[in-house]
């Protein structure tokens, strides 16, 4: 028997939690990892944390960059995961990668130099009104990718879903109704829920979907198109998965992720751009809303369980906004025919 086929034996599916796709010096370097932890609670939480990483990164380990190390502890805060848990799940990556380091397999650790959540977790980003529209119209409508993209960021900025309801959107879950056009998804917790679609993305959607041939109910929303397939297809390597290289496959959400950063990048430049993730769209939505609406009702649009969550999303803005109040207070006295500053200096 080769060396080759023992690694494999010796690295069951069921416990390194990497495709068998995989080579068998990556299926035996997970199955030691895992091994090497005398907890089995230990080994279970980050089984786990690893086989949720592989799904969201959509690729081979050994391509794995520190992005989408960052974008999946985003994607899991945006989850509403606990702070102990995503910084569980960070551990867990970097601790996979040392051992890779150890055998040989690569030379870095892609979760190096990746913050952990602090009490409070991560400083929120959202869009203002300006950017959005700058953002909006980074997007190009004169190519299908463009239209279906455009259609995409439309919906995150009316709506505020997250990343996981476009994702998962089928074309039956778009529903004319007599008052208007809504799509219906599952929200966390397992709850269906329904949302309208404002005329604008309607119209986006509409666009997008006159690019694509007739659609069943069960058909995902939004795929990869054919150029994109045919990059995937070009770059993955013999054993390695391609996650939206499939026609009838829904756009993977780290895909998503790095269709947000690319628009934003173009519309507002690198440094501000790189800040931006689909999360900071739902935030930008909250941040639009809390300006004009009560809390209870950016709670309710938002479908937070309590308006201590969606406190969360909107305490930034309300930074802001108790700073624009300060200075407008001061700008009382800063005409110096009111004797403002004169008298404060007396003081």
Known sequence: MSDSNSLAQN???????????????????????LENF??????????????AFLEFAGQHPEDVTQTEVINYRNHLNELG??????NQHLAAISSYYRLVI????????????????????YNASWLTEAEQQQFIAAIPSDSIQGRRDRAMMLLFL???????AIANLRYGDIQPNGDGTYFRYVNKGGKLE????????????NAYLADRDALQANDALFVATEAGRNTIAQTNAPGKTGGDAKHDQPLAAHTIYRLVRKYAVAALGKERGLQIHPHSLRHSVASRLIQTKPLADVSSLLRH???????NYVHGVFRETHDATVIELGELFSDPDTGGEAEAAKQ
């Open 38 to 51: 005398r907890s089995e609670r230990t080994r279970a939480a980050y089984r786990a944390a690893w086989r």
């Open 11 to 33: 690295a069951p599916q069921n416990t390194t939690a990497l495709s068998t796709d995989f080579s068998p010096q990556w299926q035996q370097a997970a199955y030691d990892w």
């Open 305 to 311: 369980s309590s308006t201590r969550v969606t406190e």
């Open 102 to 121: 150890e055998r040989g397999l690569r030379s870095d650790n892609p979760a190096d130099g990746v913050k952990r959540l602090k009490n409070g977790g």
């Open 158 to 164: 009316t709506t505020g879903v997250r990343v996981s």
């Open 81 to 86: 995961r606990a702070q102990a848990t995503i």
């Open 194 to 205: 329904r949302e309208y679609i404002a005329p604008p993305a309607l119209a986006a959607l």
